[in-house]
T-cell receptor
Framework: LAKTTQPISMDSYEGQEVNITCSHN???????ITWYQQFPSQGPRFIIQ???TKVTNEVASLFIPADRKSSTLSLPRVSLSDTAVYYC??????????FGKGTRLSVIA | GAVVSQHPSWVICKSGTSVKIECRSL??????MFWYRQFPKQSLMLMAT?????????EQGVEKDKFLINHASLTLSTLTVTSAHPEDSSFYIC??????????????FGPGTRLLVL
């Protein structure tokens, strides 16, 4: 069973900020939270990873509340090329990542 | 950094033949690699965990004699689909986790291999 729950799909217009929230109620103390992006017929691409509070890189921000039972991926000013499936995963060490269904983001012009 | 490659990127074969897929970590070493399979419109399904120098660990329902995994070095794992049949047609993706302490607690994925069995 996947350890995370995400909305199945989201729609957004170009230029808007998109926030995708993921629930992981049973996250373990050692687990990190990692988000991946996947385009059709490609492997998942690493977006961002965090353990607690807020993490920001050149493409996204990740917000993690103090209880770590959820996280929110924030994509600023999305474009058509951001249309993809986004996966939220939790895990640590050499344990394999178990994929849920992900969130299919559609960006509309 | 943290690039994982797969070869071939796609392959078409006849039913009954065997196909080998390579997964390489190009700029880091990985004691553990993972193999996933993805059917159209579905999520990635973990097939097995590949450990350098030891036997792979297979997920429930994955036939270890059909999907042979070899992890011969810290940068290479191979998946061989033996006696492939049309139902084995899928998108196969590997991932690798750098050795502890390097590049964070992150797994990096290869670009995938599309297998079509006729």
């Amino acid at each position: 069973l996947a350890k995370t729950t995400q909305p199945i799909s989201m729609d957004s217009y170009e230029g808007q900020e998109v926030n995708i929230t993921c629930s992981h109620n049973n996250i373990a103390t050692n687990d990190y939270i990692t988000w991946y992006q996947q385009f059709p017929s490609q492997g998942p691409r690493f977006i961002i990873q965090g353990y607690k509070t807020k993490v920001t890189n050149e493409v996204a921000s990740l917000f993690i509340p103090a209880d770590r039972k959820s996280s929110t991926l924030s994509l600023p000013r999305v474009s058509l090329s951001d249309t993809a499936v986004y996966y939220c995963l939790v895990g640590s060490g050499n344990t394999p990542l178990v994929f849920g269904k992900g969130t299919r983001l559609s960006v509309i012009a | 950094g943290a690039v994982v490659s797969q070869h071939p990127s796609w392959v078409i074969c006849k039913s009954g033949t065997s196909v080998k897929i390579e997964c390489r970590s190009l700029d880091f070493q990985a004691t553990t690699m993972f193999w996933y399979r993805q059917f159209p419109k579905q999520s990635l399904m973990l097939m097995a965990t590949s450990n350098e120098g030891s036997k792979a660990t297979y997920e429930q329902g994955v036939e270890k004699d059909k999907f042979l995994i070899n992890h011969a070095s810290l940068t290479l794992s191979t998946l061989t689909v033996t006696s492939a049949h049309p139902e084995d047609s899928s998108f196969y993706i590997c991932s690798a986790r750098p050795l502890a302490g390097a590049l964070g607690e992150t797994q990096y994925f290869g670009p995938g291999t599309r297998l079509l069995v006729l």
